[in-house]
Every structure is written in structure tokens, then in C-alpha cells.
């Protein structure tokens, strides 16, 4: 008993003798809680961007170097034809950098929206809009917004090509000096005639 005593004392006599040590060990614990949380709170929201920016640039490139589908080896075909796109009147301009060379197999380059480049074969009109983020059917034009423009009876989407209507264009593939109008709205014959009119005379770039 008198033993346990004297090793109590004792302990408690090396704590009263060290209270700057057991304040350091506090201390050091302490500071090395605040430094890890810290930086979790510096390293978390940096992981979460990081995978943000990945995400990002997954969905919105690497679709775009690749075709969809299985198409011809790139460089067996380079055709150009040339397009427009109107909306209720107002022409898509694709001369904008977001759509430039999108595709490596179908495109508009050199800042120019008009000239459309088809590097292989079997590469339809709808691979170089699904390449900016928009959409064809035969019923509906899809914005890169996801704001779709469809046939209801009053308004409704047409498609030319060379001057010639036809009912579809998503799965047509562009030949040399092709000259393609997708137009919807209200028009009357008129005004698609002055729209075609104007794409005749729209240069080609090769």
C-alpha cells in the first residue's frame, strides 16, 4: 500500500513538474488538428473542381474529335459543300470559335461558318451538328441550349439541298459543291426562294 502510495505521489508530483510539457502536447495536437483541417478544407473543394473542369471537358470535346459511329478511315474523302441554317429568319453563324473544327471528320475551320469540310467517308450532315452540340431530325432543329425547334403546322423546318426540297438531311452526306439550307419558321415561297438565292451565291472555300 504504502508503495502504491508513493508511485501516485509521484506521478502526480511529475505532472505538477511538467505542466508547460503536457500544455506543449496539447499545444502541438492542437495545431496539427487545425493544420489537417485546414487543409482538407483547401485540398476538397480543389478535388471537386478538378473533377468539375474533367467532366466538363469530357462532355464537351472528346465526343467532338471522334465520330459517333463507324464511319470512314479519317482522310479517305476531303469534300466541301456549303450551308446555312436560319431560325425564324436568323442565320446561325458558325464562324463563332466554339464551332470550329469540332470533328476532325466533318467541320466548318479558318473562321469561316459557311464552308462545311467532310474528311471521310459516310460522315452524314447530323455527325457535324451532334459535333457542336446541336441536333437534326426530320421534324426538329436542337440549339446548343437544348431549345428545340419543331413542325407544328404553322411553323415548320425544311430542308434543301442544291435548291431541291427534300424530307430529311440528318443521314445525307455532303458531295463536292453541295449547297444545303435547313430553314424553319413561317415563310412563305418567296423569302426561301430569296434564302436559296443567296446561298448560290455563297463561296465555297476549299
Known amino acids: 500500500m ?8 509521484n506521478t502526480k508530483k511529475d505532472k505538477a ?26 485540398i476538397i473543394p480543389a478535388v471537386i473542381v478538378l473533377f468539375a473542369i474533367m467532366a466538363y471537358l469530357v ?27 436560319k431560325i425564324n429568319g ?13 470533328s476532325q471528320y466533318i467541320h466548318v475551320e479558318h473562321n469561316d461558318g459557311n464552308t462545311m469540310h467532310r474528311h471521310a467517308t459516310g ?33 415548320n423546318l425544311e430542308f434543301y439541298v442544291n ?3 427534300t424530307d430529311s438531311i440528318a443521314n ?10 435547313i430553314v424553319y419558321g413561317n415563310k412563305n415561297q418567296m423569302e426561301t426562294e430569296q434564302d436559296l438565292d443567296a446561298l448560290r451565291l455563297t463561296e465555297i472555300k476549299k
Do not use: W
Open 163 to 165: 435548291g431541291n426540297k
Open 17 to 42: 513538474l511538467n505542466p508547460r510539457k503536457e500544455r506543449d502536447d496539447k499545444s502541438y495536437f492542437a495545431v496539427s488538428r487545425k493544420r489537417r483541417k485546414k487543409n482538407l478544407m483547401i
Open 59 to 85: 462532355n464537351n470535346y472528346s465526343g467532338h474529335l471522334v465520330p459517333s459511329r463507324e464511319f470512314g478511315k479519317l482522310g479517305s474523302e476531303h469534300v466541301h459543300a456549303t450551308f446555312a441554317v
Open 123 to 155: 460522315v452524314p450532315v447530323e455527325e457535324f451538328f451532334k459535333s457542336v452540340g446541336m441536333n437534326v431530325t426530320n421534324n426538329c432543329f436542337t440549339l446548343e441550349n437544348k431549345t428545340s425547334y419543331c413542325s407544328n403546322g404553322n411553323s
Open 90 to 102: 436568323q442565320k446561325l453563324d458558325f464562324s463563332q470559335p466554339q464551332y470550329q473544327v469540332r
Open 172 to 181: 445525307y452526306v455532303i458531295k463536292d459543291d453541295d449547297r444545303i439550307l
Open 2 to 9: 504504502k508503495n502504491n502510495k508513493k508511485k501516485d505521489n
